[in-house]
Nanobody
């Protein structure tokens, strides 16, 4: 059974930091590109960052220089380190695993709220 379980969300003040984790099971983690997406209230889900199988990483312009995605294939875990958080980063953050259009999975999401 495929599972992606996110954790690490919470309430943080502007300028603060959080680290999200996503633990995967039920598939060959190292063969999948792992991404983070987010969805704010009333908005569509948007791409945040990706860790590709070959090791390259890409980010949305809105988070470049503030967010870092990393993965530990031995632990089947992908991380999203978020720094200098802004109120507009408030959203539910989702983990995604992708190998093809037939093999893509989503986690249940974790809430991040940036507010003073």
């Amino acid at each position: 059974q495929v599972q992606l379980v996110e954790s690490g969300g919470g309430l943080v003040q502007p300028g603060g930091s959080l680290r999200l984790s996503c633990v995967a099971s039920g598939f060959t983690f190292s063969s999948y590109a792992m991404s983070w997406y987010r969805q704010a209230p009333g908005k569509e889900r948007e791409f945040v960052g990706i860790s590709n199988v070959g090791g390259s990483r890409n980010y949305a312009e809105s988070v470049k220089g503030r967010f870092t995605i990393s993965r530990d294939n031995a632990k089947n875990t992908v991380y999203l380190q978020m720094a200098n958080l802004k109120p507009e980063d408030t959203a539910v953050y989702y983990c995604n695993a992708w190998r093809s259009t037939l093999y893509t999975y989503w986690g249940q999401g974790t809430q991040v709220t940036v507010s003073s």
